[in-house]
Nanobody, 114 residues
Framework: VQLQACGGGLVQPGGSLRLSCAAS????????MGWYRQAPGKQRELAAV???????TYATSVKGRFTISRDNAKNTVYLQMNSLKPEDTAVYYC?????????WGQGTQVTVSS
């Protein structure tokens, strides 16, 4: 299985981005999926989760600003990020929850800066 995250970029504080994660297999519909992020010098953290049943949970730091969703037919998970802050700067990855080591991809860089 390969998970390819894309959609990152440079955005000003207060701006928005939408990340996508396409899976090579049909795991999106049968696994709990999450968006993780790793800021420079920090450990990777789980930012958002969507269960097989569609229940979503968020880290306190992103709650109310980020929205995770998925399209089972497209085997794709999304992360809509609004009201971005400089502290959201990180490499963003998708993976199952809990994460499977071999599924880690390269991630996509999000930089929030003026």
């Amino acid at each position: 299985v390969q998970l390819q995250a894309c959609g990152g970029g440079l955005v000003q504080p207060g701006g928005s981005l939408r990340l996508s994660c396409a899976a090579s297999g049909s795991i999106v519909s049968i696994k709990d999926m999450g968006w993780y992020r790793q800021a420079p010098g920090k450990q990777r953290e789980l930012a958002a989760v969507i269960t097989r049943g569609g229940i979503t949970t968020y880290a306190t730091s992103v709650k109310g600003r980020f929205t995770i969703s998925r399209d089972n037919a497209k085997n794709t998970v999304y992360l809509q990020m609004n009201s971005l802050k400089p502290e959201d700067t990180a490499v963003y990855y998708c993976n199952t929850v809990p994460a499977i080591y071999s599924y880690w991809g390269q991630g996509t860089q999000v930089t929030v800066s003026s």
